[in-house]
């Protein structure tokens, strides 16, 4: 953040988790998540929007081959869908909850 005209910043430093799981289930107290699945595809669970207005997530596949699908709570969506797939190495996504359902930056 600008700390104004003395021109000094600072900036949050976010706990990273990494996984090879297939399934990985992102609680309120994850932030930046790295999938690295060799063996298969992976899907990452989304907590529930309701009650984490604000909250956002970080996630990347850094897989060559795999294939990651991250997954809203229930009938929640992900800019209107269930479900949002980063297919290629190194694609990633944010996202921020409204308190109701999960929105792309």
Do not use: C, E, R
Not at 9 to 20: G, R, V
Not at 43 to 72: C, E, M, Q, R
Not at 79 to 99: E, F, M, P, R, W
């Amino acid at each position: 953040t600008d700390a104004g005209a003395g021109g000094a910043y600072t900036a949050q430093i976010m706990p990273l988790t990494t996984s090879t799981s297939t399934a990985l289930t992102l609680t309120a107290t994850d932030n930046s998540v790295l999938i690295m699945n060799p063996a298969s595809n992976s899907t990452v669970n989304l907590p529930t929007a309701v009650g984490n207005a604000n909250k956002v997530f970080h996630i990347k596949n850094i897989h060559a081959t795999s294939i990651v699908t991250i997954d809203a709570n229930g009938t929640q969506t992900i800019d209107g869908s269930i479900t949002a797939v980063l297919s290629v190495q190194y694609q990633a996504i944010i996202i921020i909850s409204d308190g109701s359902n999960w929105h792309v930056l």
